[in-house]
Nanobody, 114 residues
Framework: QVQLVESGGGLVQPGGSLRLSCAAS????????MAWYRQAPGKERELVAL??????AHYVDSVKGRFTISRDGSFAVYLQMDSLKPEDTAVYYC?????????WGQGTQVSVSS
């Protein structure tokens, strides 16, 4: 069973940066897609960025040019967030998929406020 553990959330001022990390462990095999989702209060969970095993990245329009996803094989996925805005405030969740099974982390809070 794969476990995903996020870290790196916190409170930051507008224009600041944070780097989220997600470590995968337990019964590791070749995870295919790894991604970050977020859910703001009163809103549905949305995809922020994903990276397939081949390294191709996809971003939601609202974070293009500000966020960068990267991964370390099947062991970790990262989200570098720059030029943060108050509307980026949400709980950020790590996601991974492998052989048709899906895994979620517990979430980490990101708050952008002055």
């Amino acid at each position: 069973q794969v476990q995903l553990v996020e870290s790196g959330g916190g409170l930051v001022q507008p224009g600041g940066s944070l780097r989220l990390s997600c470590a995968a462990s337990g019964g590791l095999f070749a995870l295919n897609t790894m991604a970050w989702y977020r859910q703001a209060p009163g809103k549905e969970r949305e995809l922020v960025a994903l990276m397939a095993a081949g390294g191709r990245a996809h971003y939601v329009d609202s974070v293009k040019g500000r966020f960068t996803i990267s991964r370390d094989g099947s062991f970790a996925v990262y989200l570098q967030m720059d030029s943060l805005k108050p509307e980026d405030t949400a709980v950020y969740y790590c996601f991974a998929e492998g052989y048709g099974d899906e895994y979620w982390g517990q979430g980490t809070q990101v708050s952008v406020s002055s």
